[in-house]
Nanobody
Framework: QVQLVESGGGLVQAGGSLRLSCAAS????????MGWFRQAPGKERESVSA????????YYADSVKGRFTISRDNAKNTVYLQMNMLKPEDTAVYYC???????????????????WGQGTLVTVSS
């Protein structure tokens, strides 16, 4: 079991930056693949990024490539999402996710992740 708590959301102007953090509690954080999903108002939940156990494997949705960077600190049981050059279409609730049985070919599927945080709202104004 792992519990996930996101922080760092807020209101930012287009072109600005935010860094989301996800603190994990429970056992064996370093054995979980971690990631981020988001859900905008009226839209389906979509994948944003994922990072493998070692931190070497990084996955990004096309819509955020080159702007967002995921990282993890296994010593602090924390995963981060650095978001730069934010756009109004990045406005969403961002969810931290974790998986102990993750398959890279399915990294973008919500059902690959058994643990979800409560979410943090990111609002990007134009």
């Amino acid at each position: 079991q792992v519990q996930l708590v996101e922080s760092g959301g807020g209101l930012v102007q287009a072109g600005g930056s935010l860094r989301l953090s996800c603190a994990a509690s429970g056992r064996s954080f370093s054995s979980y693949t971690m990631g981020w999903f988001r859900q905008a108002p009226g839209k389906e939940r979509e994948s944003v990024s994922a990072v493998t156990v070692s931190g070497a494997g990084l996955y990004y949705a096309d819509s955020v490539k080159g702007r967002f960077t995921i990282s993890r600190d296994n010593a602090k049981n924390t995963v981060y999402l650095q978001m730069n050059m934010l756009k109004p279409e990045d406005t969403a609730v961002y969810y931290c996710v974790a998986s102990s049985f993750w398959r890279s070919s399915r990294w973008f599927r919500p059902d690959e992740y058994g643990y979800w945080g409560q979410g943090t709202l990111v609002t990007v104004s134009s």
